[in-house]
């Protein structure tokens, strides 16, 4: 990829460890790009980091690094990670031939989305490999997921994020990254790739339900595509959508953690009843539903749905 005086290149980590080393820094534009609260979600805070460590994932995660053609100097300005799963409803029907004639699968997919994918594909590889994990988060009060503990082989790859720096999102970087997990999917043998979409305006509309959000369109266009622009760069691409995955991230924590995580105090709404628990609804910048808060136990309780979308890797 050229543009002007600048190349880029995509690494993985494997290739280029020293490039996720950078991005460690708490304070790269790529972490500062994501919400403070986000990185709170257990299975993003333990998991998401330790990708690019394991041998045998570190090739699933990309770094695009833009390189000065008249000084040589480079910087990252795109990233993204995914995971290798095993998906033992798509073997049942015969991997990516059988879904043709039965699509139902792709139902299938945990309601959990974002969560359960990151933390099947990390615990799956630690049982494959004989290893053991440094840290166990249980999801099953939530969501429970029996396919967490297999070992076959991986027949499926998630994406996990894509990150591309603010000042670089309209040189195609992040369709880069995705053909990169579309390429590194079908030379593993594959069957598809599966997205758990945050979808980046919906922040602008807390209090529309996410069903709905996802049927708007864009207006003054004659193409049927999504209002949402990073939804709508997939569907571009040729991804299709499965489902909402209503649980996909959790945040829980006092009003003091969250007014930390928010770098200011949240306004209070209206008080209504939940399973006899008292609480108010509370939205937030960068929060795609408003916060529930608990006042009598003092917990705010984050639940965050994505959407499922798929890539045929057929094309």
């Known amino acids: 990829m050229k543009s002007t005086n600048r190349q880029y290149h995509i690494h993985t980590a494997n290739s280029r460890p ?75 029907v015969g991997g990516r031939a059988g879904l043709e004639t039965n699509p139902e699968i792709l139902q299938s997919l945990p309601n959990g989305g974002y969560d359960t994918i990151l933390t099947r594909g990390v615990q799956q590889y630690l049982a494959r490999n004989g290893l053991s994990p440094s840290i166990t988060i249980d999801l099953d009060e939530y969501d429970h997921d029996e396919a967490r503990p297999r ?54 509309y807390p209090f529309v339900k996410m069903d709905e959000y996802i049927t708007w369109r864009q207006p003054g266009s004659d193409l049927d595509l999504p209002f949402d622009p990073w939804l709508r760069k997939h569907v571009r691409l040729g991804a299709r959508v499965i489902k909402v995955a209503w649980n996909s991230m959790r945040v829980d924590g006092n009003m003091a953690e969250w007014e ?38 003092d917990r705010c309780v984050y639940v965050e749905p994505n959407v499922w979308i798929y890539h045929d890797l057929a094309f």
């Open 18 to 92: 020293d490039l996720w080393e950078v991005l460690e820094d708490a304070q790269h534009p790529l972490r500062t790009s994501w919400p403070l609260f986000l990185g709170q979600d257990a299975p993003c805070k333990h998991y998401s980091s330790k990708l690019a460590k394991y041998y045998g994932l570190a090739e699933f995660q990309f770094a695009i690094v833009e390189q000065d053609a008249t000084t040589d100097k480079e910087t990252i300005v795109a990233c993204a990670r995914s995971i290798p799963f095993y998906w033992p409803e798509l073997d049942h």
């Open 151 to 204: 070992t076959e082989p991986p027949n499926a790859l998630s994406a996990i994020s894509i990150t591309v720096h603010p000042d670089r999102r309209s040189l195609g970087l992040a369709e880069a990254l995705i053909q990169a997990m579309k390429q590194i999917a079908k030379s593993k043998n594959l069957d598809i790739l599966v997205v758990p979409l945050r979808p980046t305006r919906k922040s602008e």
């Open 260 to 297: 930390h995580w928010m770098d200011g105090s949240l306004k209070l709404g209206k008080l209504g009843v939940n399973s006899d628990h008292v609480y108010s609804e509370v939205s937030f910048p960068g929060g795609l539903v408003p916060l529930q808060f608990y006042p009598l136990r």
